[in-house]
T-cell receptor
């Protein structure tokens, strides 16, 4: 019940295309859902986060869509660029402790 | 603001040896986390501190791992004795008290041979 399932494991997208990464969770107590971007040799960096009181949040080219009833959330990267090539992790936490449960990661490659 | 500092960046040790990692969080961040990231996997929480007190260490293998955060600032994570399966990147993160979007350091890559 504490798992966060992430898919796909890897993704190849053409420059300018849309990258979509999906996550699903079981624990309905989770109320904070961040996405992290990680480049090789670096720690994860917070990209965008959402709480279940909204269904969508957009920051620049990055959008989180949230479906509370399905217990699923996804990251959309619009106009994907080669510089977006990285590993993306979704996570879930309760706002009481913010102890993240991370997904397994998606390795994104954007072709120039 | 300065980021989360971690050292060393890399460490190679033989199994059964001991090793220690150091973390200096962002100034003013009350909450500090240590995560273990095994190659190809998402980070897994080991321990959470609030100031200098432990909030959660339920996933810390206490027979070999220990951590402390003296004076509520710097923290050290120790492994003694190390096993082959401890090979991973050890990430430190910090946040404001009650904050969700925390900042990670670049990590320490440990290889146990």
């Amino acid at each position: 019940q504490q798992q966060v399932k992430q898919s796909p494991q890897s993704l190849i997208v053409q420059k300018g295309g849309i990258s979509i990464i999906n996550c699903a969770y079981e624990n309905t107590a989770f109320d904070y859902f961040p996405w992290y971007q990680q480049f090789p040799g670096k720690g994860p960096a917070l990209l965008i986060a959402i709480r279940p009181d909204v269904s969508e949040k957009k920051e620049g080219r990055f959008t989180i869509s949230f479906n509370k009833s399905a217990k699923q959330f996804s990251l959309h990267i619009m106009d994907s660029q080669p510089g977006d090539s990285a590993t993306y992790f979704c996570a879930a936490a309760t706002s009481g402790t913010y102890k993240y449960i991370f997904g397994t990661g998606t390795r994104l490659k954007v072709l120039a | 603001e300065a980021g989360v500092a971690q050292s060393p960046r890399y460490k190679i040790i033989e199994k059964r040896q001991s090793v220690a990692f150091w973390c200096n969080p962002i100034s003013g961040h009350a909450t500090l986390y240590w995560y273990q990231q095994i190659l190809g996997q998402g980070p897994k929480l080991l321990i959470q501190f609030q100031n200098n007190g432990v909030v959660d260490d339920s996933q810390l293998p206490k027979d070999r791992f220990s951590a402390e955060r003296l004076k509520g600032v710097d923290s050290t994570l120790k492994i003694q004795p190390a096993k082959l399966e401890d090979s991973a990147v050890y990430l430190c993160a910090s946040s404001w008290a009650g904050g969700g979007g925390y900042t990670f350091g670049s990590g320490t890559r440990l290889t146990v041979v």
